[in-house]
């Protein structure tokens, strides 16, 4: 389902190298004032045209991103209809992926795109690139600007690159990993902070299932911890019980909410890969085209968005 | 909420020291001749009456958990329609609680279930308690049932305890921590195996988001992951490329899924503890009643059942 | 499904000659002292318990249904958490059904259960007894009170029965009609007072369409209207836009809300009938057993029911 | 709720003097080439573009409305992924409305929009506007797309007029009510069928009920029947028995369903009408613009289409 959220509802679209991404937001109060920066600042972050040091080296400064709103908002005020807004697809550049028409990219969703639809959008990764998340980033700071009015405020951070926890050495070790042709993953930290006591919603909707659905959605996320987490699984109840992570029996204590998501590296990568065809024979290939060698300080926003969306909807 | 899935549809209800704890599955196909042995032995991991050397020392053997059907079976063929079960609370020792009426126990929900409803059950964990997680059993075993008649299976173990991943040694390990009146978590890994390639739901019910939903859901889980995962977070993109846990673009590949869940301690141990009352001031408990010093073993059935609850839904 | 509503969600649950019928109700607030007289006056009322003239001819006295309550009740207080009871179903008569075991009665869903699941529970109507609606009337009378703990107040009449408007006439013609072996059925008239201004969620969840659909889920209910509706369908545009029926755009306007529901005949009579048997050949039959020959005053309370667990999901 | 259906899940935006209404459609089947001709068939008959004897006195031809594709479809192929169109409000007559802008008209939903949300398009009715449909028409054809390869047809036409049930009298009828300067509602009956046995989920999902609340959230419409219906209130069990109107006990018997729906007139009439301002005083008004004194035939594509969706959601 492409639908995220009942309170507020949001509904996501567009494949990447279509005509355009967008969403659709249900729920969304009416009479807010929209803070279009705040949102282009998010999808600036998104895009990587705001400074990083670990990305400089990899990958060019982008177009911004248009949004055009098409419903639900009288200039800038939300008017509680639906809001549906679109960012066209300006920059295809599906010559990139001529090579790759009959190919199943390794670590890509192609594969199991064409098992289960029989077809897919042979320009790119459809629905499964990551191209997506712009939609989510739009409708995430919404959220987060209501958020914001009940000082709710989100923040995620690198935690760690690979195996490196140090930021000081971050930039060399990405230098070098680019230079091998390679990707590399790693581990976001991400803080609430203001959060009223009681959200969450026994027992099936516990607050940290809620996230943890919402963060495990994003592309190549693949692990969710709070609290003890996989970090501390040597901790003794007597040490535990005083570490919350901010939710008990999933419900918050009005504590920090803490969490953490671990990404795995971009499966897109310059070095040579054997991959397997659609008729099922193993072919080498090598992946052009702009491809981060570490994406996660572009994907901050998009972990803060869902977790600015799962709140929301236990706050409306 | 109280609901999980949509298609096999599981609501649960029942506090630990009420009447009767149980469900309703809603959806569960006709003529489906129910293996009750095959509940009752997910029932009797859940409760350890079933050996296990982890847990030998700690916790006396309770009586069988007796299941009343009340609709949807007729013998013990499904009908369609909604099947209703309770298993009535039969041994409860609510004189356990006497003196924590008024404590909010460290690291229980007791604080914030009463923050959020102004009310609890005092003579028990109410929902909150692991008593509830009966009920998933009972609706999960049906769905492993369902699962196996496509040859899906369903596994989990226990992968570490503590810090110490040798089997060989966890007896001795708890047997330790037991005697300093404590409480340890571990990891636990389960594999699904027999799965089709082509389930899982873009871009939100993607397969790992539901099962981290499912398995988050779980009392004490505090996290979850699969593929390279938090292990391996230092593997570059021409490995991980390698490793699918399973799972692409959030579809199934047709391999075997595996999956992690981390567990914290119990937070009830017989060790002193400082607690808060509900007046606000910090007491000194100790808590009485039979208490798991690693409920590790137990909670094997329930990653099974939810893990089962979440592919029976993408499989009807 | 039957799981009904959002906010205050409930699941019904039993076969009318099973063990039980019941109930979740899941999302009704903590705190509330549960008014048990209220729910066993509707319960009578659903009955025929209490004192009706157009019935008592054709029914006798049946003992009283005794809630037995399962959980989120604590004393005659609600924790929040899921209420869950159930009603035994002391008095099955499943004789009456000896002879019809593999009859299709006329009217009935036997065939299109049949058909639908491949199965059925031959002791009687199962899930499309009018015997579930017990349960619609226990979570509905909740509701009911807490509306009226906001002045929102809910009542239906019989507004005429076949083709005679006079209530005065109603006993005669009844009886007259019973005296045939058949049976008749009528319009039912609801009226929601004390509603706020902005209840109801444009597009598809205007409150009209809200309540439709639930007056529609009951037994035998062969049409909703509100305002002008199928009555006044020659009035003029000039004339009919001072007539809202309580609401406009599909959201409230504070006036009274007033619709209208059409019940068939019962389908069961004590007059000869051809019917099909489930070989398909032709079997003429004639049913015993208690049946109503005109069941609108029991059907008043259900309509009030299903009216209040609209009104409260709106409310909440 | 702006989103209708689960399995063939549409979610409708756009107010009628923004930049565009549109829709989504989550869960079309991947493979599907969209015969665009019957969309756009389906979208003159909504706007009059086809020749209608009831209408051709009361509106002028408007242009076709362009439907542009965003995602979802590549060539005329459906992707599997969110199908996302949007027609732009080429033709916005605000005008019309600037004399409106602080008044409430009667009969629509101005008043209870600005109860509600605190605030309002003043361009127009927004998201109340009948403009809104247009997406629920290009979402319902897709769906009769999809239903016609299953031998599923789905048809409306309109049985009366006001009080006229003579077609012949209708150009009449219209056109004498046309120079009074008011407007006139009606009747209309559509069957469904292809059919098979077993639609529909009972006891709160019964085809009959999502069949009501899909037909009763269009606007205007005032009641839902079928079956014997409010017109055949006076027929007893053993004449009732035979008639079905092709569902039993919430389920399809396989035979044609039959139902109807009643409209009230367009409440924007010509003739002189008291209105009360957003002050709360009385003023005169006369409502210009282009408006139906009869807009049956134009909601014939919008039942059908509803119907459709419903119909989809029980077969997929």
Chains 1, 2, 3, 4 share one sequence.
């Not at 309170?7 to 937001?25: C, L, N, P, Q």
């Not at 300080?297 to 799962?310: F, G, K």
Request: glycine share 12%; aromatic share 8%.
């Amino acid at each position: 389902m492409n639908t995220f959220g009942y309170k507020y509802r949001f509904t996501s679209f567009g494949e990447s190298h279509g005509a355009a991404v967008g969403g659709v937001i249900d729920g969304c109060p009416a009479g807010l004032s929209i803070d279009f920066d705040f949102i282009n600042h998010q999808l600036d972050r998104r895009a990587c045209r705001v400074e990083n040091p670990i990305l400089t080296s990899s990958r060019a400064k982008s177009e911004s991103d248009e949004i055009e709103w098409l419903s639900g908002v009288y200039g800038s005020q939300t008017l509680g209809t639906p809001i549906a807004f679109i960012i066209r697809n300006k920059d295809v550049r599906s010559s990139d992926y001529d090579n790759l028409t009959h190919v199943f990219r390794p670590g890509h969703a192609d594969m199991t795109y064409q098992a289960k639809y029989g077809c897919r959008d042979p320009r790119g990764g459809g629905r499964a690139s990551a191209r997506e998340t712009v939609a989510r980033v739009v409708a995430g700071s919404i959220a987060q600007q209501l958020l914001r009015e009940k000082n709710i405020f989100i923040k995620a951070q690198v935690q760690r690159i690979g195996e490196c926890k140090d930021p000081m050495q971050w930039q060399e070790y990405v230098k070098a990993i680019a230079e091998e042709g390679d990707s590399i993953g790693g581990i976001v930290r991400c803080t609430i902070s203001g959060v009223p006591v009681g959200l969450g919603e026994p027992v099936f909707d516990k607050l940290q299932a809620q996230l943890a659905y919402a963060i495990m959605s994003i592309n190549a996320c693949k692990g969710f911890d709070y609290g003890t987490g996989f970090e501390r699984v040597g901790v003794k109840g007597s040490e535990s019980n005083k570490i919350s992570g901010g939710m008990l029996g999933g419900i918050t204590t009005g504590e920090d909410i803490v969490f953490r998501a671990v990404f795995k590296p971009t499966p897109s990568i310059a070095k040579e890969q054997i991959a397997i065809d659609d008729s099922g024979n193993p072919v080498t290939i090598k992946i052009n085209g702009r491809h981060d060698v570490c994406f996660l300080p572009r994907v901050l926003p998009v972990v803060e968005c869902m977790a600015a969306m799962v709140i929301i909807n236990n706050v409306l």
